[in-house]
């Protein structure tokens, strides 16, 4: 018996980073657990503390993926509590739309098969 697969062309994801949901949501669990705008940023990775400043005055929203888990650790709750994940859709929509037709071309044919 042979088994041949089928060599796909890779799926390039795209780019990823995080948006802050609510800049004061940040503050308040700040505040509540007495952390520092410095102390956070460097659990962060991040040598000054300025991002984070501009982070939690609403004047920046986007964070990388690495820092964003890193403060949410930090802090105690899920990356999802603070951050939305976003992703570069250019790269991504093309293998997504190329996945949902050959799902449905799939689901047809096995819907003739049992018809």
Do not use: C
Not at 76 to 86: H, K, P, S
Not at 105 to 110: A, E, K, L, T
Request: proline letters at 3%; hydrophobic letters at 40%.
């Amino acid at each position: 018996m042979t088994i041949t697969s089928i060599a796909r062309p890779a799926t390039k994801l795209g780019d990823i980073w995080m948006i802050l949901k609510d800049p004061k949501k940040l503050a308040k669990l700040m505040v509540i657990q007495e952390v520092g705008q410095r102390e956070l940023a460097r659990a962060a990775g991040w040598k000054a503390h300025s991002y984070l400043g501009r982070l939690l005055a609403g004047t920046a929203s986007h964070v990388d993926p690495e820092p964003a888990a890193r403060i949410a650790s930090y802090l105690g709750v899920g990356v999802d509590d603070l951050f939305l994940v976003r992703v570069d859709s250019s790269s991504v929509q093309s293998g997504q739309t190329e996945k949902i037709h050959s799902r449905s071309h799939s689901v047809r044919n096995q819907r003739r098969m049992h018809a």
